[in-house]
């Protein structure tokens, strides 16, 4: 994987940074190769149409 990471520098992230864009047009998202463990409120992205999560550590996946 060779995606820019937002992330911290430690064993996992999420995508908690990029809560200040729920409820904005964001249509796509590509959060591919970013160490990511867990996926949390996602319903608050309600333009999301696309999501690319690949090459994570997702563990887990909670409803909003």
């Not at 796509?28 to 309600?46: G, M, P, V, W």
Request: charged share 20%.
């Amino acid at each position: 994987c060779s995606a820019v990471s937002w992330g911290s520098t430690t064993a996992s992230a999420s995508l908690a940074p990029l809560s200040s864009l729920a409820g904005t047009q964001l249509a796509e998202l590509d959060a591919a190769c970013n160490k990511i463990a867990a996926i949390e409120s996602l319903d608050r992205f309600t333009r999301l149409r696309s999501l690319e999560l690949g090459g994570n550590r997702i563990r887990t996946l909670e409803g909003g």
